[in-house]
């Protein structure tokens, strides 16, 4: 349990650092939880780590409970602890055992949260929006296809929740794996519940063609779908935007109706984070999954190079020894991924994490992890693929915010949430919740922040926050809210690529 000192928090009680809440000045006194008073030597910027005791050279440092690191010197009483006198303790790849953590318990959802307003689509599932997706099969299509969205839009609001398009680069000149990334993703976005309807344009001469494309499409969402290739129409702004009137005036005939929680996908992603995101926003998108689990939902985890340093807390909460293997599995593939690129497995944090108090990889990674809250991981998924089994669920993507934000909702989210404390405007094709670390943030950046996780620093408890945000989520599931990126009409995806363009 964090305990607050004055302008510090502690983690936990082993842990050797605490964390500045505010800019300290050299000489400034700090009371530590045991009454000792210690005198900071260092400027130390907010979020950042304050040695508590002496540290030898080569000793790990603990935060979390867990080690961050190896001490490059011996660290004082009151230093900075950073980059300067710290490094990773993380190297090569390692061998896993399973050893299962003790049972979860579920957390009860209060009633009136337990349901929210969605659109039962006519295979069971349920939508949160109900949008019209232009989705094309290469990029040499964007620009009609932007050009379709934005008339269409228009031209059809109040229909419809709106008509929305998502460029991207792909799809021509690819080979392989990622010809094979590129449609599977593609399809799995066409399959997506919010999304009642969805043109699919392709341009006639790419790899991904529309015929080997619609292959990938289940007979069972056939109703939904449309396709048009460019190059065999006359005028093929007339076509779409015919065909895209058929997708609007079969989509406006579903409403909205009570659905049970247990119905919702959330994603789980972090991006710009800071020495706070492991303390407020992370726990708390974690105390959201476990909320959303216990009610039946499902929770999809990503950012694999994010769980490097951190792995063995997820791997002891798989479900069963197979699941184990995969996530193993995963994990060594996405080392190798780096290996193969001749690149450092742990060349990571980034410098707007260093900047914001995150030293190591394995300090970034045990914040990261807390996103999946405490649940046992059900299934573990490759790129692109669709979430199966309700629960906590890790899909194969990496760190990168468009392309793990892309995945998670090809998997199936409805809604991602997305802690940060540097900030970002980006929104990906569902809508995006932002959750800022800290205060500071959440005021300066009204128009891309949602909601303020800072509050835990100041007097909030977990519950209480927890609810609080799980009441804007059902909200924004029923449609009584928008996130800011949605009011903004930022909307992006972005697809992995690893292999040879043409």
């Not at 049972?103 to 949008?131: A, S």
């Not at 969805?198 to 080997?212: P, T």
């Not at 659905?259 to 972090?270: D, E, H, Q, T």
């Amino acid at each position: 349990m964090n305990t607050i000192i004055k302008d510090c928090i502690t983690i936990q009680k082993q842990d050797d650092v605490v964390i500045a809440l505010r800019d300290v000045s050299p000489g400034e006194l700090i009371m530590l939880e045991n009454g000792t008073i210690l005198s900071v030597s260092d400027p130390v910027p907010r979020g950042h780590k304050i040695a508590v005791h002496e540290i030898a050279p080569d000793q790990d440092v603990m935060k979390y409970g867990f080690s961050i690191g190896k001490a490059k010197e011996r660290i004082q009483p009151g230093q900075w602890i950073h980059t300067h006198n710290l490094r990773t303790g993380l190297s090569g790849t390692l061998d896993y055992r399973y050893e299962p953590t003790p049972t979860w318990m579920p957390t009860i959802v209060p009633e009136h949260l337990q349901t929210f307003e969605g659109y039962v689509r006519e295979n069971g599932e349920v939508g949160i929006r109900n949008e019209i997706w232009i989705i094309n099969t290469v990029g040499c299509i964007n620009k009609v296809c932007e050009a379709l969205a934005r008339i269409a839009h228009a031209d059809m609001q109040g229909r419809v929740e709106g008509v929305y398009h998502f460029p991207h680069p792909f799809g021509c000149s690819q080979l392989g794996d990622d010809l094979e990334y590129t449609k599977q993703l593609l399809a799995s976005l066409v399959l997506h519940p919010n999304a009642a309807g969805v043109l699919v344009i392709g341009l006639g001469c790419e790899n991904n063609q529309i015929e080997q494309f619609a292959e990938a499409i289940p007979s069972e969402y056939a109703h939904k779908v449309r396709y048009l290739k460019a190059q065999e129409e006359d005028d093929e702004m007339e076509v779409g935007l015919n065909l895209l009137e058929e997708l609007v005036m079969q989509a406006e005939q579903v409403q909205r109706k009570p659905v049970p929680l247990s119905k919702l996908k959330i994603g789980l992603k972090c991006g710009g984070s800071d020495g706070l995101s492991g303390i407020t926003a992370n726990p708390l998108v974690g105390s959201i999954a476990d909320l959303i689990v216990s009610a039946g939902g499902t929770a999809i985890l990503t950012e694999v190079p994010e769980m490097f340093g951190a792995e063995t807390i997820l791997m002891n909460r798989a479900q069963t020894p197979q699941v184990f293997d995969e996530l193993v599995e995963l994990i060594n593939g996405f080392k190798q991924y780096f290996v193969n690129h001749g690149q450092n497995i742990y060349e990571n944090p980034s410098p707007g994490n260093k900047a914001g108090g995150i030293t190591t990889l394995e300090e970034k990674s045990l914040g990261c992890t807390q996103k999946g809250g405490h649940s046992q991981v059900m299934d573990v998924l490759r790129y692109g693929m669709r979430v199966q089994q309700s629960g906590l669920n890790i899909i194969e993507a990496p760190g990168n915010d468009l392309v793990s934000v892309t995945a998670l909702s090809a998997a199936g989210a409805h809604i991602v949430l997305f802690t940060t404390g540097r900030g970002t405007p980006f929104g990906g094709p569902v809508p995006t919740l932002k959750i800022a670390t800290q205060s500071d943030l959440a005021y300066r950046k009204k128009h891309w922040i949602d909601y303020n996780a800072g509050q835990l620093l100041e007097g909030k408890t977990m519950e209480e926050v927890s609810l609080d945000l799980l009441t804007s989520i059902v909200d924004i599931a029923s449609g009584r809210q928008q996130t800011n990126s949605e009011k903004h009409g930022f909307r992006e995806i972005a697809i992995f690529k690893d292999g040879v363009i043409l």
